[in-house]
């Protein structure tokens, strides 16, 4: 039995690689997804665009702190009257996005697409961008463009998003037109009563 033992010991030793090591997330149909060690708010960020990408809701999930809040942008809340928004938890946030992401085809996020404020310190920041997510789904890509305050935290020993607030959509930069929040399928969710 104790041969066996240092037998395992010497294999895990020389093949390489840690048993502590972070592990690349894979989806079903066996794409790697390479998420960053949440050790930077960009970083939480730049994780959480990739999620978007690959529709992969559990690496989302991981990047969302345990007290979470959701704020919507003026439009959004005038299109959806009456909705409780102060119940939009991490709870809630999890349940919406796997819905969303198990009901499209594809997206395509920037969530970075232009840098307006960021300013960290200690174990708190507020990073604000403008972001761009294009949703594939039936055949049609609906664009979304607006500008976001995302505050991050420190959650145990990880970085983690704790308030994503949609400010505003933006115009579409090829045709001026402008374009709604996320938040409208937030709200669409809602309405529909988290399902």
């Given at each position: 039995?104790?041969?066996v033992l240092?037998?395992?010991?010497i ?71 009456g ?6 938890d ?106």
């Amino acid at each position: 039995m104790r041969l066996v033992l240092i037998g395992i010991l010497i294999a895990v030793t020389f093949l390489g690689g840690c048993l502590f090591e972070p592990r690349v997330a894979a989806l079903p149909g066996g794409a790697d997804i390479n998420y960053l060690e949440q050790s930077d708010p960009e970083f939480v960020l730049a994780n959480l665009q990739s999620a978007f990408q690959h529709t992969d809701a559990s690496g989302y999930e991981r990047q969302i702190a345990e007290v979470f809040i959701y704020e919507p942008d003026s439009s959004t809340e005038a299109n959806y009257p009456g909705l409780d928004w102060e119940s939009w938890d991490r709870e809630m946030e999890i349940q919406f996005i796997t819905n969303f992401f198990n009901n499209v085809d594809g997206i395509s996020a920037d969530l970075t697409a232009e840098e307006l404020h960021t300013d960290w310190s200690g174990s708190l920041a507020e990073l604000r961008y403008v972001y761009a997510i294009e949703v594939e789904s039936g055949g049609s890509t609906v664009p979304y463009r607006a500008t976001a305050t995302l505050e991050f935290i420190v959650d145990g020993t990880f970085w983690k998003l704790k308030r994503w607030t949609d400010e505003n959509g933006e115009n579409d930069p090829e045709s001026g037109g402008l374009l709604p929040t996320i938040g409208q399928r937030r709200g669409a969710f809602l309405a529909a009563g988290g399902s």
